[in-house]
């Protein structure tokens, strides 16, 4: 009886543990996927990519200079990206969010289809097959979505698909303050 008494322990301790956590993800009070970021108040990395429409193009992040803007990091392969979509369209066309959109690990022809179909919200779309910029990032899923302000620095991060509510959460007040400085 001893023998089975420690492994049933460890087991109930573990479903115990799993019960909790999967209580908070429920009640929206964790995410396993909010991991901190060390770029919050630090200035954003730089990228040049290939425009993804047109690959004779650069998308650079220094091009954005002077203006508050989101980075979005996604894929066709993200079934996340596809829930988010339809609210970048929103934010771009009816808030007049500037979006810069980098494609991640991507196949560029369905990165397109998917654009063509579901419609672009982003100024630029930048390629990044191999993931040479959004290392520098620390971006490790998509979507990741950052807010950089007019000086270049990151002011928000969020892992996850773009809602109104973390629009609200997060982000808002950063446009807010945007407009309101001349």
């Known amino acids: 009886m001893t023998r089975a008494a420690l492994p049933l322990a460890i087991f109930l301790a573990m479903a115990g543990l799993f019960w909790y956590v999967l209580g ?5 009070e964790y995410n396993p996927r909010d991991v901190p970021t060390q770029f919050i108040g630090r200035e954003a990395p730089a990228f040049s ?3 993804l429409l047109d690959p004779t193009k ?3 992040s220094t091009a954005m200079r002077g203006r508050t803007w ?3 990091v996604w894929g066709t392969w993200c079934p996340e990206c596809w829930k988010e979509h339809e609210y970048l369209l929103h934010l771009a066309r009816r808030e007049g969010v500037p979006i810069i959109g980098i494609n991640w690990r991507d196949d560029a022809d369905e990165a397109k ?12 779309v930048a390629f990044d097959p ?7 990032w620390g971006v490790y899923g998509a979507p990741e979505t950052f807010l950089i ?7 928000e991060k969020h892992t996850g698909a773009m809602t109104p509510t973390v629009w609200r959460e997060k982000f808002v007040s950063h446009f807010a303050s945007a407009k309101a400085t001349p």
């Open 130 to 136: 191999h993931s040479d910029a959004v290392i520098d």
């Open 24 to 28: 908070k993800m429920n009640e929206g």
């Open 113 to 124: 289809a998917m654009l063509a179909r579901m419609g672009n919200p982003f100024e630029q």
């Open 149 to 155: 302000d007019a000086e270049g620095t990151v002011r």
């Open 70 to 72: 989101l980075l979005n």
């Open 58 to 60: 650069t998308v650079s």
């Open 49 to 51: 990519l290939p425009n």
